[in-house]
Structures are given as structure tokens and as C-alpha cells.
């Protein structure tokens, strides 16, 4: 098993196709799970001048689904959502590899200052033993993702490998969470065939991710949060780490980065499938 935050590029190992037919629809916000618009903030010393949209782009993967529950049958794709669509200046923020009591409590409870919802990508293995940390998500309107149990390299593991890492992880989070996952990721952004075909058996759709801060890195507190900001854009998919090492600055960085981004106008939401 490689080291849980071994340098992959961000989006790369894509590998193979899957089948696919349907209306294609985009990823889009959920309305219900905006918080109430901030004011813009008044002129003066302290007021903060809108962040510019980055022209950093990746085009929009289309899907359908059930925002509620798990549908009877999940479209296969041969490529993961990058980013959403909706309306305004609307991003998502998502977290890998918890949750980790040292960590996720502190993202948590600044999520909750601020009145709003984040992805949590989660391996079952550090579910298991933080079950407590699923229910506060669920209380508080998060939504999360199967991150596969042990967090391996997918692309090197056979089929029922696979199969087995996804479902121990779905298992824990429906116990936990109080329903089973409708999103997955795929370590290291190495997704192939089954990774895919297995998902979608599951009732899972693939999400990847925009902007990738590069916080497993440990690169300093300020440059994490220059990378969202830069990065700001409607329809971003911002990836970050509450678990996998030391994350410290990703707690820190949040801390800086998301009073920016609400100051500037932007919405941080969660996606919703829809069928069309």
C-alpha cells in the first residue's frame, strides 16, 4: 500500500471507459443548502476588495440523480465530475481521508461559524473508530463521501479488491451517517473501469475536483489559502485534508480562506443529483 499522500498529479490516472446513456444534466448546487447572502462588505479600511474569478478552468462532467436517497440505477461513467453548475458565484469545498479527531472537529466547527456546508470524503477505516465525527457531520448538513476503506492506489487492485474497500466504506457510513453515500472518490484521482462500474452499482456518482491546494504538502498556511483564493471561480470543486498527516495549516488555512471567500460574494455549497 502506497503512503496515504503519495504525489499524484491532481485529476490524473484516469484509465479506461464505462458505458453510459441518459439525458445528461449538470452538477448542480443545492439551493437548500445555501446560507443566507452576506451583505457586501461597506467601503473603508476594512473592506475587502472581491476576489477575481480565476480563468483556471476545467470543463463540467454531466450526471443525473437522486439528491435524497440512492437511485435504483446509477448512470456508468468513464470520467468524474470536476466542477458544478448553478447560479451566482457558487463553490464546494470537500475534505479527504477522515475524519481524524485531531483535525476534523476544528474544520467542523469553522463550517459552523460560518453557516455553511462541505464534502467529506471519508476512509472506513478512520470512520470506523470516529463514528461520533459522521453523526456531527450528518447534524450539521454535510455530506459524506465513500473514500474507500484503506485508501490504496485503485488502479493496482483487482476488481473485488475494490469492490470490497468501496462497500466496507458504504457500510460504515450508512450506520454512522444514517444513509449510505451517493458520492465517491478515488484516491489519488487514479480512477479506472471498475472503479467506475463499481460506484455506480453502489449508487454512487464519481467526483474529482477543481482546485487542488496541495495541503498534504504541508506548504504553509498562507499558500493554501492563496490557492483558493486565486482559484475562486463559480462551479469550483475545491479539494483539501482533514486526515493523511500532519493538518494543521489545512485547519488554519480554512480559517483564513473562507471569511475571504463569503466577503467576496461567493456561496459555499454542496452539490445535488437530479434526475432529469
Known amino acids: 500500500m502506497l503512503p496515504r499522500r503519495t504525489a499524484f498529479p491532481a485529476g490524473a490516472g484516469v484509465v479506461g471507459a464505462a458505458g453510459g446513456g441518459g439525458t445528461a444534466r449538470l452538477l448542480t448546487a443545492d439551493p437548500g443548502a445555501h446560507p443566507v447572502p452576506r451583505p457586501a462588505p461597506v467601503s473603508g479600511p476594512q473592506a475587502r476588495r472581491a476576489l477575481k474569478p480565476s480563468a483556471y478552468r476545467l470543463q463540467p462532467i454531466t450526471g443525473y440523480g437522486t439528491p435524497h436517497r440512492s437511485p435504483a440505477r446509477t448512470l456508468v461513467r468513464h470520467e468524474p465530475f470536476l466542477r458544478m453548475s448553478g447560479r451566482g ?33 471519508v476512509c472506513g477505516e478512520m470512520a ?22 484503506t485508501h490504496p492506489l485503485l488502479t493496482r487492485l483487482s476488481r473485488s479488491a ?15 451517517y444514517g444513509e449510505p453515500p451517493l458520492w465517491f472518490r478515488a484516491p489519488y484521482g487514479a480512477w479506472n473501469r471498475a472503479a467506475f462500474q463499481l460506484g455506480a452499482e453502489l449508487g454512487m456518482e464519481p467526483l474529482a475536483w477543481t482546485v487542488d491546494t496541495l495541503d498534504w504538502t504541508t506548504p504553509g498556511t498562507r499558500r493554501i489559502a492563496d490557492r483558493v483564493e486565486h482559484g475562486a471561480a463559480p462551479g469550483v470543486v475545491v479539494l483539501s485534508h482533514d486526515a493523511g498527516g500532519d493538518r494543521s495549516q489545512s485547519v488554519q488555512a480554512l480559517r483564513e480562506y473562507l471569511p475571504e471567500l463569503l466577503d467576496s460574494g461567493y456561496h459555499i455549497t454542496v452539490p445535488r443529483r437530479q434526475y432529469t
Open 89 to 121: 458565484r457558487s463553490m464546494v469545498l470537500t475534505f479527504d481521508d477522515g475524519p481524524d479527531p485531531r483535525y476534523t472537529p476544528d474544520i467542523l466547527r469553522t463550517l459552523r461559524t460560518h453557516d455553511v456546508r462541505a464534502m467529506f470524503f
Open 128 to 149: 470506523a473508530y470516529n463514528k461520533d465525527l459522521l453523526r456531527e457531520m450528518a447534524d450539521d448538513g454535510h455530506i459524506v463521501g465513500n473514500h474507500t476503506w
Open 162 to 176: 475494490i469492490r470490497s474497500e468501496m462497500e466496507r466504506t458504504c457500510e460504515v457510513i450508512d450506520k454512522a
